[in-house]
């Protein structure tokens, strides 16, 4: 049963349809295989076996009695700051130690009732500040291409256990790139649906009006049919858009005969590594000889996105932080007056990139700065989101790397936050503007690490990107290859 582990979604449903084995088999596969690997890659903060082999007996029940879908019996790992009941969210922080949910975020709750099994938490920067997994107070997780790397963050456990073999597919959340570029850094499929696609219930706020919930797979095509489950309005969740939900499957025809894609030469003049952008280029000239056309467009006020960013998302960090004070939240350090019991608190349970975030925020908000800096960040936001609308009134799809390099090593960035902010210069504008993106693996570095397509399109149209990468992965073989983790239990 170990080959289990790398099978697709759709392949695993094949086998469950007809008979050739259970969830009970998947699940037991995956934990013999996190068993094998995690030591060294450790991707997972918590594993329930038990429980997940009673959620695919469950599952395999419901199939003996008639019952279909696409995920059902599948099982999907967790990142870390999606609630689920009666499992701890700690969000890879100190300041949650102890805290166990007692409801299901939307998401989750509709993956219970689509049959999925809810199997392991996996790592992540903490409280998703980060783009690493170097940040978090509980692992410092590890690409599986090169355990000396990291694996991209802050969705960096979601992407390294797709990766590993050790889940089929995850959820992540992405806002600022935090699904697209650990997908990127890992050779997985990742997909950042529009904001207000996915109910945010139940997600651990970091940038309220960036964070979105999205997947990590090892296909386009799981990938499509994961978001057909998990998308749909909301009424707990404010910002969840009222917008009917497509058959994405329908959109993975492989077809992008006549299909507009958008190059801007911008993104390719940020740094890029000069492997990165032979790799997105040639994946380009790929859907070209697929039939698709290439559309030059501009991106004149890219140069913004990445200061307006980290001005607008610590400025909401700071306040919706703010409840994790040990007084509503968090693991309490007593003390004699509630302003230092909230000190104490706030300083043991936070770890550095938190803090500086927070205090970031908290001095773009302050009397005196607030228009110095807030108001023009959100005007530079505007700017983008008009250079969007500007594109994709010429072009289907925009076509950009994910990050301007491969996996760096771990420990080369942690201590230089500048540095590492800027190489999220590609994945930012579309969570400014609130548009869809999708990562596809479209190549290799000379040294063996995995290299990834980004395509955007706008905030409702993943149809556009699910058809687009459907077509370049299913006729290239990128995705297919597997990395060998040395030292790794047989």
Known sequence: ????????????????????????????ALAARIEAVDPLVK?????????????????????????????LGIPV???????????SCRCASKLLEGYVSPYDATCVAKLREAGAVLFGRVNMDEFAMGASTENSALAVTRNPWDLDRVPGGSSGGSAAAVAADSAVVSLGSDTGGSVRQPAAFCGCVGLKPGYGRVSRFGLTAFASSLDQVGVLSKSVADAASTLQVI?????RDTTSARVAVPDFGAALT????????GLAEEFFGVGVDPEVEAAVRAAVDHLVSLGAEVVPVSFPHLKYAVPAYYIIAPAEA??????FDGVRYGARRDAEDPVELMRRTREAGFGPEVKRRILLGTYVLSSGYYDAYYVKALKARALIQRDFGTVFAQCDVLATPVAPTAAFRIGEEVDDPLTMYKGDICTIPTNLAGGSGLSVPCGFTSGGLPVGLQLLAPAFDEVSLLRAGHAFESTTEWH??????????A
């Open 480 to 489: 297919t290859r597997k990395p060998v983790i040395e030292g790794a239990r």
């Open 1 to 28: 049963m170990s080959e289990l582990v790398k099978k697709s979604v759709g392949e695993l449903q094949g086998l469950m349809v007809s008979g050739a084995c259970s969830s009970r088999d998947v699940v037991s």
């Open 77 to 87: 790992a967790i990142k870390d700051l999606l609630n689920v009941k009666g499992q």
């Open 318 to 323: 700071s306040a919706n932080l703010a409840r």
């Open 43 to 71: 991707a997972y903060v918590e594993v329930n076996v038990e429980d997940a082999l009673a959620q695919a007996d469950a599952a395999d029940r419901r199939r003996a009695a008639g019952e279909k879908g696409a995920l």
């Open 254 to 261: 492989g077809e992008v005969k006549g299909m507009r894609i």
């Open 231 to 235: 998308a749909g309005h909301d009424a």
